[in-house]
């Protein structure tokens, strides 16, 4: 079989392969020729050159291509874009809207169960409950048989102590609601096979798209949603409105993070601004947050990525920090909104509690939390090496007592609490921080380490990793930093420093970097000139990869360096995928491999790498096909492999 050996030899390819501009300093300072240039600023500024790309930039010249990336306001929008992010409703929702909507208290379908302080008078009420086993076991048999049954199905085993033949009446109550619950959910999402006659049924799992469309058309509303959610979600990849329709029908609560994960992967692919879309994802990793954590990260992280990230990636870095800080989505994941002075034992409106946060007895104090503080130094601002001290941390995370946040569960907003702030004086980095300066200790720590010469280093050395290479050439940290300083931070001039300096255009610059699995999957649709009708399976193949989008449970948030993504299991899912691609079998995805009519190798490497495949590249192409005839698909899927679409 052809594509075994295919396969085999795209595995030692990659999973052998090294970046190969190398870190001599002289390789960064030999400049690539013209058409590389263009490659470059595509392979690193974009998700990856689609048919078509490297011309345009050609006709506008690089340096002006560039520029228009760095200002996206200045660029219309893809409309095929916007069509498809229209229907994602949650990615415009603010958190109330969005808690309301897609998580009610109960699932789907599910009837409310009448409470027992409803259900049952005061005085009956506390004798059943509390009262003794004669109490107890007279109020349950005053009761008529069909309050008795829900009743027994409710209570706790307690209450039937020395009871045994009400407890094994209440047995039976209880299997007896299953079973009335479980008739009710049937009614409300038959099988299939009640649905649909069998003919339809063929129809619906097995039929042309067209076929199937005529039949979604034909049902009514209801008995349509009902169908959507007993299909698998691949059977409705040509359908997105469907299969969300469906989703939403079976687990709400999932189609929250499914809107936000699907939306990343739209925008990487048909966005025009797709700096900004780079940007965005390099910023979301630095100030990672953890959709895993629980509702609170899930339900905000749409906001957080729309109003915290997004609209400073190429502003100014200290308004990039503290919206982040702001964020009920930062302040829950590294714990500072229940940060509290040492040793306080106030309440007050906004103190961490349950239900609309209104109270501080539902939950416990916890005391003074340094994670926030520890985090917003070590990954955020001044690095590992940074020069901050434990004694640092700790005041830190005194000047940002108090920022909590107000009603977590219904309506999430920042709020500055002065009962829980830590009013004493504070030294962090040498600077003095008066008592008594409330919000203004936390504003003012956003300041001291915005401006400082550590965090203009670390943050320009984490940009100069991202688009230069692993390990990027400090005398471009340097100017970087020093752009940092002179601008008040700001971030379009550092990278205007990046993206013209010598180091970025250089040979030591060129293919130096691996692409992510984000990178990979989108790039790989792009170069194949694919469209993408629904973006749900894609998403499970770069989580297939280890990038599972909004996944990553540490604060570090995801490396974007060689080392982190060459495992075997990574090489192997990424080649698992490539062949897919090109054979046409990623639901939601259509690639017309009929483009490349009778190329040859070279020329559909060429088509998909935008320059001539290396001499090692193709001969292990002629190795895997041993002189037999192969596919367009075959070779596609083979040069999506190789190392060299691997690098950008």
């Not at 027994?152 to 033949?165: H, K, R």
Request: charged share 25%.
């Amino acid at each position: 079989m052809i594509r075994p050996v295919l396969t085999v030899v795209a595995a030692t390819l990659l999973a052998s392969s090294v970046p190969q501009g190398g870190n001599a300093a002289g390789h960064f300072e030999t400049r690539l020729i013209p058409d590389r240039q263009i490659l470059q600023v595509l392979n690193r500024l974009t998700f990856g050159p689609r048919p078509g790309d490297a011309e345009e930039v050609r006709r506008m010249g690089v340096e002006k291509w560039i520029e228009l990336q760095l200002h996206p306001n200045r660029i219309p929008e893809n409309p095929v874009l916007e069509t498809k992010l229209k229907l994602l409703e949650t990615l415009h929702m603010d958190v109330a809207e969005l808690l309301k909507q897609y998580y009610p208290q109960f699932p789907p379908g599910f009837v409310r169960p009448t409470p027992l302080n409803e259900l049952l008078p005061g005085d009956q009420f506390r004798k059943i409950i509390n009262g003794t086993a004669e109490e107890r076991k007279a109020g349950l048999l005053a009761l008529s048989p069909e309050k008795r049954d829900q009743v027994l199905a409710m209570v706790g085993p307690n209450v039937l102590e020395g009871l045994p033949e009400l407890q094994q009446e209440a047995t039976m109550a209880r299997q007896k609601q299953q079973e009335e619950r479980t008739k009710e959910m049937r009614k409300l999402r038959p099988p299939l096979n009640e649905l649909l006659t069998p003919d339809q049924v063929q129809t619906a799992t097995r039929g042309t798209r067209e076929q199937r469309e005529a039949l979604f058309s034909s049902l009514d509303s209801t008995k349509r949603q009902q169908v959507a959610g007993t299909l698998p979600p691949q059977a409705l990849a040509d359908f997105p409105e469907l299969r969300r329709l469906g989703a939403i029908s079976r687990q709400p609560r999932q189609v929250v993070m499914a809107d936000l994960r699907e939306a990343k992967l739209y925008r990487a692919l048909y966005s025009n601004r797709q700096l900004e879309e780079v940007l965005t994802d390099f910023w979301f990793n630095h100030f990672n947050v953890f959709e895993g954590k629980g509702q609170q990260e899930q339900t905000t992280l749409a906001s957080y990525e729309r109003d915290a990230i997004r609209p400073h990636v190429l502003g100014h870095f200290k308004d990039l920090l503290l919206a982040t800080a702001r964020h009920p989505a930062m302040l829950h994941y590294l714990d500072n909104w229940e940060s509290l002075a040492e040793g306080l034992f106030q309440v007050g409106p906004f103190a961490p509690g349950p239900g609309s946060g209104v109270s501080v007895f539902a939950r416990q104090a916890h005391g003074l939390n340094e994670n926030y503080g520890r985090e917003l130094m070590e990954l955020h601002t001044l690095g590992v090496k940074g020069g901050y001290t434990q004694d640092d941390v700790i005041a830190v995370a005194r000047c940002f007592t108090g920022w909590t946040i107000r009603q977590p569960n219904t309506q999430p907003e920042f709020a500055f609490a002065a009962f829980m702030h830590d009013a004493g004086e504070k030294t962090v980095l040498g600077h003095r921080i008066a008592a008594g300066g409330e919000e203004q200790d936390g504003l003012e720590v956003i300041n001291i380490l915005a401006h400082h010469p550590s965090t203009a280093r670390f943050i320009s050395r984490a940009l100069a990793q991202r688009f230069v290479a692993d390990d990027p050439p400090p005398s471009l940290v340097d100017r970087m930093a020093k752009t940092f300083l002179k601008t008040d931070g700001d971030l379009r001039a550092v990278m205007q420093t990046m993206l013209t300096s010598r180091e970025f255009f250089s040979q030591g610059a060129w293919q130096a970097k691996i692409k992510t699995p984000l990178e990979m999957v989108v790039s790989a649709v792009r170069a194949s000139g694919g469209n993408t009708t629904d973006s749900f399976t894609l998403v499970q193949k770069v989580a297939d990869m280890g990038e599972p989008l909004y996944g990553k449970l540490e604060p570090t948030g995801y490396r974007d360096t060689a080392d982190a993504w060459l495992s075997t299991a990574s090489v192997m899912a990424r080649i698992n995928f490539a062949n897919a691609l090109a054979a046409g079998q990623v639901a939601g995805v259509k690639v017309d491999t009929a483009r490349f009519g009778e190329k040859d190798a070279a020329s559909i490497a060429h088509d998909l790498l935008h320059r001539d495949a290396s001499p090692q590249t193709l001969a292990a192409i002629e190795r895997g096909l041993a002189g037999k005839p192969a596919s367009p698909a075959v070779i596609m899927g083979l040069v999506i492999s190789s190392p060299e679409f691997q690098r950008r």
